[in-house]
């Protein structure tokens, strides 16, 4: 088939998906059959389609998630504990918008970094910014990045994302530096931003965790006050799994 005036337009103006909408209605006889209206409802269809299905892509790049989970796959049986009905509120993503924040507390292995990313990759699809972090690696890079010059542009990156995924948090008590880098982060982020939590301790644990009464008192301020929680039990999900051959 010669090349219609039409799709080499297309092409040129970066339109890809109505690019290849309209090359395979042009093949379909059976196209031929719609209306002008029809046919421009269809393309547009698709390139919405193409420039959704980019963009969730590159949130998803930026996001780093730890596993590939999603809200449908959710296991609300076992006894965990999974206020079934509670999550399903906080994946429609009200308290986002809002600017809450969520602990999910439990011990090893029950899904409090899965149920984090599956909440995590709802929100990229909502078209919200996302990053997860691993607590201890984050002071890390924090400690790596004050040196190097990076330390105000990654600070400047956790406190405009959207929603922040800080994973196993309090595996040790912080020391000084820490705490001054949690604190300014929360601070940049409490009202305009939230951020999930999670945790092998409950929340009553986690002052000690910080270790300085003062710091502890502002963190936690910033934290806990307006974070809805999920509180789960049991064993660990791990064990159950087959092993395999």
Request: charged residues 30%; neutral net charge; proline residues 3%.
């Amino acid at each position: 088939m010669l090349a219609h005036p039409t799709l080499d337009r297309l092409k040129a103006m970066g339109l890809s998906g109505m690019a290849k909408a309209f090359d395979e209605l042009a093949a379909n006889a059976e196209a031929e059959q719609l209306s002008h209206a029809e046919w421009l409802a269809l393309l547009l269809d698709r390139e919405w389609s193409s420039r959704y299905d980019r963009k969730l892509a590159a949130r998803l790049r930026f996001a780093k998630l730890r596993h590939q989970a999603a809200p449908e796959d959710v296991d609300y049986g076992g006894e965990r504990g999974l206020d079934r009905a509670l999550f399903i509120k906080l994946v429609a993503g009200d308290w986002i918008d809002a600017h809450d924040n969520l602990a999910i507390c439990g011990p090893s292995g029950v899904g409090k970094s899965w149920l984090a990313c599956a909440l995590g990759h709802k929100a990229c699809r909502d078209d919200r910014s996302v990053l997860y972090q691993r607590v201890p690696r984050l002071f890390a890079n924090l400690a790596l990045a004050r040196g190097d010059g990076r330390y105000a542009r990654l600070q400047r990156t956790l406190a405009r994302v959207q929603l922040l995924i800080l994973d196993d948090w309090g595996l040790e008590p912080l020391d000084d530096q820490a705490r001054h880098d949690l604190l300014e982060i929360l601070e940049d982020r409490y009202g305009r931003r939230s951020t999930i939590i999670t945790s092998q301790l409950p929340v009553s644990a986690w002052h000690d965790v910080i270790g300085n009464p003062t710091y502890a008192d502002a963190i936690l301020d910033r934290l806990v006050h307006n974070a809805h929680r999920i509180d789960l039990t049991g064993e660990s999900l791990r064990r159950k799994q087959p092993q395999k051959a």
